[in-house]
């Protein structure tokens, strides 16, 4: 019988000091740890999913998404609606039932199809000709998003309050709720970035204990001035699908991964450093970097490529034929044809994307993002005061409306949240040392969805946005929130200091649910007397 090799083992002890130094103690464990995230999510799927058909009508970009999605479904892409249907009869039929509303010619969409893919699921499932069919796939996505960010929230935190808190925060966010209540992509896309920064902050942890694990097989100390390599970084192919995925609902995401792949590089830097590697620089970019390009580019783009399978499956798909009808010339002849229409499409979606400048009533700047300027207007329908279903001496025509208007106690604390760990992020840097990139990691790590985000919008110039785009980044201003929070009430407990971030935590969400409740038939396209709805019109803008 041949011997059985022994694994080898390090140090225990070892083991466990290095690791403390890479990780920090361990927090400890709480019934509350996965019992509130999950509880909050299912809170918020019930604010979600109540009477998530009406109105019964398509709202907004559902005009374009929800009847893209259908034609998915049959055909496998995106067709041109007729355009002897123009105006809103096609509308009008896809609503009543007559979903067959295309001609047989592919259409030029903006955004690729993963998204619209969900939506074609929902439909499929429950039937294209009720409404709640268009909304099915929304409201999952926006439970989800709420249990991943209360477990973040407990992993930057330490604290089952904080994950609760965070999760509790996301699920009466007023943008929130309408997105995940709309068949629209951005809650897809917030989904997939939230999930990819998901799996990189798992990423840190496990890849710092295998780091720890291989530096105490050589008795503590690395070997290798470079330090060792840290393999089976699974969690970080993971994120690198879930980006794609992201990327393959709208590209907007691509920030997402820029800023994401930095900032794990820089986690890397970090953890080789303080695990007391003396060239823990060059080791990051040689044995960290280029696999992190690899796992998470390499990853996301043959996601974003699959996620075209229906247009290549296809003979009806726009430009599909295209590199047939333009012969190869040069190196391009070494492409297939179907690679060489797909990349023309895509020149064809930017050009297309980056014109997109006509005016709009609820266009905005995203300045006013953070303090709820101008919301979207989604769905608005009058009744005559005095018809059926609008008594008389509401002061005007009854109104039923959906606006993306965001919660005014999380919006306001987000702000504040956002300056304050900004400031700290800067301040708690020695700029003058070579550890220069050495926060507070959990500070980086919140503010890096704003920087993603956000800030590209402040960039794009005289192109058309609108402030519900802003739902991609809102679980990163409740991340803010609670990470400023915590910071704030210190280590020690029963502390003033602790006692009232803790009240305030307490108080904001109470208000926050307050606000909720008030503005929700705005949200939610209940009917209002005219009076009534004036009295949540706080601002001119918001009309």
């Known amino acids: 019988m041949a011997e059985t090799q022994a694994v080898e083992r390090p140090d225990p002890g070892v083991s466990a000091r290095v690791s403390t130094r890479l990780n920090g103690p361990s927090p400890a464990s709480s019934w509350l740890d996965w019992w509130g995230p999950v509880v909050a ?6 604010v979600r999913v109540w009477n998530v058909g009406t109105p019964a009508s398509l709202v907004f970009d559902e005009s374009y998404y929800v009847k893209q999605a259908y034609s998915m479904t049959q055909y496998g892409v995106e067709l041109y609606v ?10 009008a039929m896809f609503e009543a039932g007559t979903l067959d509303v295309f001609t047989s010619a592919g259409d030029l969409v903006v955004h690729p199809p993963l998204g619209k893919w969900l939506i074609a699921m929902g439909e499929f499932v429950l039937g294209a000709q009720n409404s709640y069919s268009w909304r099915a796939a929304a409201v999952i996505a926006g439970m989800v998003s709420i249990l991943i960010v209360g477990r973040l929230a407990r992993r930057l935190t330490g604290s089952a309050y904080y994950g609760t808190l965070a999760a509790l925060l996301l699920a009466v966010e007023g943008t929130h709720v309408v997105v995940s209540r709309t068949g629209i992509l951005d809650i897809f896309l917030m989904l997939f970035v939230l999930g990819g920064f998901a ?9 710092r204990e295998k780091l720890a694990w291989a530096i105490a097989l050589e008795g503590g100390r690395s070997a290798s001035a470079l330090g060792p390599y840290v393999e089976g970084r699974w969690w970080r192919v993971g994120a690198g699908v879930v980006l794609g995925m992201a990327v393959a609902t709208k590209w907007s995401a691509l920030p997402f991964i820029a800023t994401f792949g930095i900032m794990t590089v820089l986690w890397d830097m970090n953890a080789r450093r303080r695990a007391g590697i003396s060239r823990w620089c060059a080791g990051t970019l040689s044995r960290d ?6 796992s998470i580019v390499g990853s996301a783009l043959l996601v974003y490529l699959l996620s075209w399978s229906g247009w290549f499956a296809s ?3 726009w430009g599909r034929q295209w590199a047939d009808e333009h012969p190869a010339v040069g190196i391009e002849s070494l492409m297939p044809n179907a690679l060489r229409s797909l990349i023309h499409y895509h020149e064809e ?3 297309v994307a980056t014109s997109l400048s006509t005016e709009h009533p609820y266009a905005t700047n995203p300045i006013g993002w953070f303090f709820q ?3 979207t207007l989604f769905f608005l329908r009058q009744t005559t005061e005095g018809a059926p279903g609008c008594a008389a001496g509401g002061g005007g025509p009854c109104m039923e409306m959906v606006t993306s208007l965001g919660t005014l106690s999380i919006w306001y604390a987000g702000a504040i949240a956002v300056v304050a760990l900004l400031v700290l992020w800067i301040v708690g840097r020695q700029w003058r040392s070579p550890l220069w990139f050495q926060p507070d990691w959990t500070l980086g790590a919140s503010l890096s969805g704003i920087l993603a985000g956000y800030v590209p919008w402040l960039l794009v110039g005289e192109r058309t946005i609108y402030s519900f785009y802003s739902v991609v980044f809102v679980p990163w201003v409740v991340l803010c929130i609670v990470v400023g929070l915590h910071r704030f009430e210190g280590r020690r407990k029963a502390t003033v200091r602790y006692r009232l971030a803790r009240s305030l935590g307490v108080a904001l969400l109470v208000t926050s649910i307050v606000l909720l409740a008030w503005f929700w038939p705005v949200l939610t396209g209940q009917k209002l007397t005219h009076a009534d709805w004036l009295a949540r019109m ?5 009309r």
């Open 373 to 375: 300027e101008r919301p």
């Open 82 to 91: 007729d355009p002897a249907l123009e105006g809103t009869t096609p509308n």
């Open 538 to 542: 706080w601002l001119s803008t918001w």
């Open 289 to 294: 970097a280029v696999p992190a390009f690899v």
């Open 199 to 207: 799996c990189l902050v798992a990423d840190r942890f496990a890849a």
């Open 41 to 46: 999510m299912l809170v918020g799927g019930l």
């Open 349 to 351: 979606m930017w050009r």
């Open 315 to 317: 003979s009806l798909g």
